[in-house]
């Protein structure tokens, strides 16, 4: 596709449930990246994926949250358990080459809703 | 790890007029971006300015890497404009230096 898209736009569940949210970098695109961010916050890294192994995934929270990419393109972050402090916008970003300087381009988000 | 201070956090301004954003940093970097988020949350690249000045219609941004700032330029404002403006960086070495910290942004409001 043209830019970076994830899916759902919007996602509201329950505290406890588990949820999935999908990022489909741009076409060709290597590297891949999640970050989250909170109300009148600027975005904070989770996980960065060269391939398909997770490079760096230091700013996981804690491990209820796992991300994949088995195939080396589309990424999906899951969280186990979920707790009303994990609403937030989470954001894919993906960059055509894994390296400090890339210029990382970014998907839409994900809303997420922990009632 | 890496700090980035961006200021103002507010800004104002009638449609037309000129502004600069603000953003330090607090170690050598590899890459900073410059985004705008519009008000339905997109994360929009305006610059990757590690070093050095680049311009883009009504938008230029520069940055002294020795001196740990860069600063963004709006001219001739567009309420179009509005939204929160981020810097955000990747320290030259160490630990992060692969994924971007932001600042905490500047909120640009202009009125017509």
């Known amino acids: 596709g043209a830019g970076v898209s994830q899916t759902p736009s919007n996602k509201v569940t329950e505290k406890g449930k588990y949820v999935e949210l999908r990022c489909d970098p741009i076409s060709g695109h290597t590297a891949l990246y999640w970050y989250r961010q909170s109300l009148g916050q600027g975005p904070e890294f989770l996980i960065y994926?060269?391939?398909?192994?997770?490079?760096?995934d230091s700013g996981l929270p804690n491990d209820r949250f796992f991300a994949v990419r088995p195939e080396g393109s589309v990424s999906t972050l899951k969280i186990q358990r979920t707790e009303r402090g994990d609403s937030a916008v989470y954001l894919c970003?993906?960059?055509?080459?894994?390296?400090?300087?890339?210029?990382?381009?970014f998907g839409p988000g994900t809303r997420l809703l922990v009632l | 790890g890496i700090q980035v201070e961006q200021s103002p956090p507010d800004l104002i301004l009638q449609e037309g007029a000129n502004s600069t954003l603000r953003c330090n940093f607090s170690?050598?970097?590899?890459?900073l971006q410059w985004f705008h988020q519009n008000p339905w949350g997109q994360l929009i690249n305006l610059f990757y300015?590690?070093?050095g000045t680049k311009q883009n219609g009504r938008l230029s941004a520069t940055t002294v890497a020795t001196e740990r700032y860069s600063l963004l330029y709006i001219s001739s404002s567009q309420t179009t404009d509005s939204g929160v403006y981020f810097c955000a960086v990747a320290p030259y070495s160490g630990a992060g230096s692969y994924q971007l910290t932001f600042g905490k942004g500047t909120k640009l409001s202009v009125i017509p």
């Open positions: 170690d050598s970097v590899n890459n």
């Open positions: 970003a993906s960059s055509l080459y894994f390296g400090a300087q890339e210029t990382q381009y």
């Open positions: 994926f060269q391939g398909t192994g997770a490079a760096d």
């Open positions: 300015i590690p070093s």
